[in-house]
């Protein structure tokens, strides 16, 4: 049996975005079609993204830290979002696990957003249907790119690696190996879906930085042995020129 999934490594992931923007970029040209984003940074944004980064803060000043956590559909082993649909348009492949949502036969009723837990389904306004993530299934098995190339965008956009992807019932591939060797999990297992995409957890690193050491040792002015300049006495500029 073959899964495909994500896997991200929230070590490394500096919350750019740079997943969000290429997902959209993509899919907008893709089979999904025109992803609106008609209000996206007030207080009710509205638009249709299949991934988006939340960003927390977490801690008591002044021991707090930031988090950046991507996330989009988790294409659940058992997903409850596949078996509400009245009309059969949201659906499981067998060949690779990916959940998809045929636009033909989706009505928009969201009942699959309501029976979601992960809050993954978006409905577009425009269209009147419900759409989410495909693991860019139109590029993933497109023969007229490169191999190294056939990946989600979100994948070959991410400027720190944080996401992998890859077969997680494989047992020798790339996700299985990091899931199984940095401790892997997945989101909410507690509601039983099983979710395929998988999270690498954080390694905090505390530094115990000495005073002294915020000193710089390399000082260039002290390096070159230059000092600041005193008093200029020739005339300046505001002397010799008339505004």
Not at 3 to 31: F, H, M, R, Y
Request: proline share 9%; with cysteine; glycine share 6%.
């Amino acid at each position: 049996m073959t899964q495909l999934a994500l896997v991200i490594d929230l070590n490394v992931c500096v919350g750019c975005s740079a997943c969000v923007t290429s997902c959209k970029e993509w899919n907008t040209s893709g089979p999904a079609g025109f992803m609106s984003d008609d209000n996206p940074y007030q207080a009710e944004p509205t638009g249709t993204f299949f991934n988006r980064v939340q960003t927390y803060e977490v801690g008591c000043f002044p021991n707090t830290e930031t988090i950046h956590f991507p996330k989009s559909c988790l294409h659940c082993e058992d997903a409850p979002c596949v078996p509400v649909c009245p009309t059969g348009a949201s659906y499981k492949r067998e060949e690779d696990g990916i959940v998809l949502v045929d636009y033909d036969k989706c009505i928009g009723c969201k009942y699959c957003s309501w029976a979601c837990p992960y809050g993954a389904r978006e409905f577009d306004e425009h269209q009147k249907v419900m759409k989410k993530c495909t693991l860019c299934v139109d590029r993933i098995y497109d023969e007229s790119l490169p191999e190294s190339e056939r990946k989600p965008a979100c994948v070959l956009s991410c400027p720190t690696s944080a996401r992998l992807f890859g077969d997680v019932e494989d047992p020798e591939s790339e996700v299985s190996v990091a899931i199984r060797e940095e401790g892997g999990y997945p989101l909410m297992p507690e509601w039983g879906t099983k979710p395929s995409n998988h999270y690498l957890p954080r390694r905090k690193q505390h530094l115990h930085i000495h005073e002294d050491e915020l000193i710089r040792a390399d000082n260039p002015l002290k390096k070159e042995e230059r000092q600041p300049s005193g008093p200029v006495d020739a005339p300046t500029l505001d002397d010799s020129t008339s505004w």
